[in-house]
């Protein structure tokens, strides 16, 4: 059934948030439907006066005049409308420990956080940097920063202490928060020892690093240290919250671009919460009333942020916030929880289905998931396949899927089916959500329609959660995003295609940017991550396409001379731990080769292209513009001699 698709069922279509007119409205009056989306999705404390000013494109601003706070909007006004007792969060701890946090108690332990960081000087436009596990600590921090209007910058608990110390530089951050360690699979492991490398010297921002007990393990302690629990506890549960333009900043996160240096994505407020609330109703069609929603992202993505936190939040859900891992204590671990706190939208990530499609299908049958209604996928492709296992084994072969195409700097969902309205056409992301105007361009920059040409996905107006720039690189933000067909299109840096029924199939980055399990890497960071160690003389990236993890680092190596009579295994072993100490264990490569050459062409660039075929055994591609072919060919050898 390779051509199968499924259209909604009248039941489901007649309770559907998302609705067919939607598309019409937007079409009409594109300002006066985001206009409304804000007013319906936020609590303005001032009514803007003007949608969207464009006048200084590509820098937006959005909901020009109006006031808010972001915290209170998820929070606050839930308490105030009588939903206190509503559950906010169901934390499911790694170790099996719970917590039931209503929104009420949510309202006190971000009043008492937002206390303590004005008592450690944090002030309106502070950057303050996260670097926790999945603990209701974490959301606390970041919505407490929101409502003292201090820009977060949320960094994933697995990168480097080199990572937290150039995201730390580059936003000037003040405060950082973390934990005494953190649970994985069974054991502790460290957490604090990367904060207290990444900001010790004299010229580090930084000077309180805040600490959350969460293992009890023993760490080292320094004068800018003060535990999380003996400075919020004693802070008062009531917090004056300030009223914020809706263009002040929210938060920073950083993403791999295409050169080494992240880059630090900026979103703003009030455009930012109206759509990620918006998409999270429309797209999820979250009931808050009664559904129990889980996204299983973790919050050092953008899928955390918009998905966990502010989108749901905003919208006064119910969702279960989980720590741990799929497979730890055992591989039906999510469908117990599933099961627990009958969770009845899930979103998740293709690389995560794929885990359990290789687990087996026995696992999720033993238990109860018969409460699952809407299925959500985000991060990359999710092929036909694993879309059809989802369905089947997690969906009760009924649940629509959700494939949602967007990105760190799009902020919300851009493309995606509504399950409501959409006939669904597994592994394609199908269409502009309504409001989100997308084309596909050739390389001459021209709009195409024709089916199964392959074309540059773009973006022909600007959205409310569109990043407002690039934190500090202005021309960075132009360059990279509003250069490559000229200012009217923002340049997503995908490539994709039309079928022959219209819908939008997303099919990779065009730049070298790769995804694995749904994370972006750049090839260059891992490049010089590699040629940081001292027994590498060149080093060469890319991603190949790989069963598990969507893509999968190949790397190429060419060792200096005094190296090259090593032994090679232990080289490489050496090596991958070399990258996944100085990036994170996810940039470690799957494959390393030992080669003598790379192929480059004439002007110096190394023809990722042809190691991409080497990795994904194909034949070798042109490979004319190289300076020697014959290259090719001893790699290749090599290929077969491992
Ligand atoms: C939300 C998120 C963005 C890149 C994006 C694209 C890929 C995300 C996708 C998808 C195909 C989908 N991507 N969702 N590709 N179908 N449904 O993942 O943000 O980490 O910034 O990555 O991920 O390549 O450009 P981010």
């Known amino acids: 059934m390779p051509d199968q698709n499924y259209a909604p069922s009248p039941e489901f279509a007649a309770q559907a948030v998302g609705t067919a007119d939607l598309f019409d409205q937007a079409e009409k009056d594109f300002e006066g439907f985001w206009a409304e989306q804000a007013r319906t999705h936020v609590t303005w404390r001032t009514d803007f006066d003007t949608t969207l000013d464009w006048s200084d494109a590509p820098f937006a601003k959005w909901f020009v005049g109006g006031q808010l706070n972001v915290a209170e909007n998820c929070v606050d006004r839930h308490v105030e409308a009588g939903n206190g007792d509503r559950v906010a ?15 009420a108690d949510l309202q006190k332990r971000v009043c008492q956080a937002a206390n303590a960081f004005t ?33 977060h910058s949320v960094i994933f608990g697995g990168f480097s202490a080199d990572a937290i110390r150039s995201r730390v530089a580059d936003a000037e951050a003040r405060v950082v928060v973390t934990a005494d360690g953190q649970h994985r699979k069974g054991k502790v492991a460290p957490l604090k020892t990367a904060v207290d490398e990444a900001v010790r010297g004299e010229d580090s921002p930084v000077e309180h690093v805040v600490v959350v007990r969460r293992t009890d393990a023993d760490v080292e302690w320094t004068d800018k240290d003060v535990w999380w629990d003996e400075l919020v506890d004693r802070q008062s549960t009531e917090h ?19 050169t080494g240096k992240p880059k630090g994505i900026l979103h703003t407020s009030g455009g ?16 808050p009333e009664t559904d129990v929603y889980w996204c299983t992202a973790d919050i050092g993505w953008v899928t955390g942020h918009s998905y966990l936190v502010y989108g749901p939040l905003a919208n006064g859900a119910t969702q279960v916030v989980y720590e741990g891992t799929p497979d730890h204590p055992h591989q039906g671990r999510w469908w117990e929880i599933v099961e627990k706190y009958k969770v009845s939208i899930l979103y998740t990530a293709p690389t995560a289905i794929r885990a359990c499609m290789k687990w087996g299908a026995d696992i999720p049958a033993k238990y109860d998931l018969s409460s699952i209604r809407v299925l959500g996928s985000v991060g990359e492709p999710i092929n036909p396949e694993a879309w059809r296992w989802y369905r089947e084994h997690i969906g009760g072969g009924s649940a629509p899927i959700v494939d949602t195409w967007w990105q760190t700097e799009t902020g919300a969902i851009m493309i995606s089916p509504l399950p409501g309205v959409t006939t669904l056409e597994p592994g394609s992301a199908q269409r502009p959500i309504p409001g989100i105007s997308a084309e596909i361009l050739d390389d001459m920059g021209e709009p195409f329609t024709e089916p199964e040409k392959v074309g540059y996905l773009v973006l022909t107006k600007p959205w409310p959660s569109m990043l407002r720039g690039i934190w500090g690189d202005d021309a960075r933000y132009k360059e990279t995003y509003w250069s490559r067909f000229g200012s009217e299109y923002y340049f997503a840096g995908d490539g994709a295609k039309y079928d022959a ?62 190296a090259a009579n090593d032994d090679e295994e232990k080289t490489v072993a050496d090596l991958k731990a070399h990258v996944a100490g100085e990036i994170s264990p996810i940039a470690k490569p799957k494959s390393i080769m030992v080669v003598s050459e790379l192929p480059k062409t004439r002007s110096g660039k190394i023809m990722r292209r042809l190691l991409k075929d080497v990795a994904e055994g194909r034949e070798i591609g042109d490979s004319t513009t190289l300076t020697d072919a014959s290259v090719m060919d001893f790699i290749k050898k090599g290929m077969s001699k491992g």
């Open 501 to 562: 029924d219209g819908n939008i199939w997303l099919l990779g980055r065009v730049d070298d940017v790769m995804n694995v399990s749904g994370h972006r890497l750049s090839t260059a960071e891992i490049e010089s991550a590699l040629v940081s160690h001292p027994t590498v003389a060149e080093a060469a990236v890319v991603g190949a396409a790989d069963d598990m993890t969507g893509q999968a680092v190949w790397a190429f190596v060419i060792l200096r001379g005094d």
């Open 89 to 103: 969060i169901h934390f499911e701890g790694a170790e099996g420990d719970t917590q039931t946090i209503t929104y």
């Open 119 to 151: 008592e450690l000087g944090v002030r309106t436009g502070d950057r303050v940097a996260i670097y926790l596990p999945m603990i209701p600590e974490a959301i606390v921090a970041m919505l407490a920063c929101a409502r003292l209007g201090a820009p």
């Open 272 to 287: 930012y919460l109206a759509q990620a609330a918006y998409t999270n109703r429309i797209v999820h069609d979250l009931h």
């Open 240 to 258: 004056e919250a300030q009223a914020m333009d809706a263009e002040h900043p929210l938060f920073i996160l950083y993403t791999s671009g295409t």
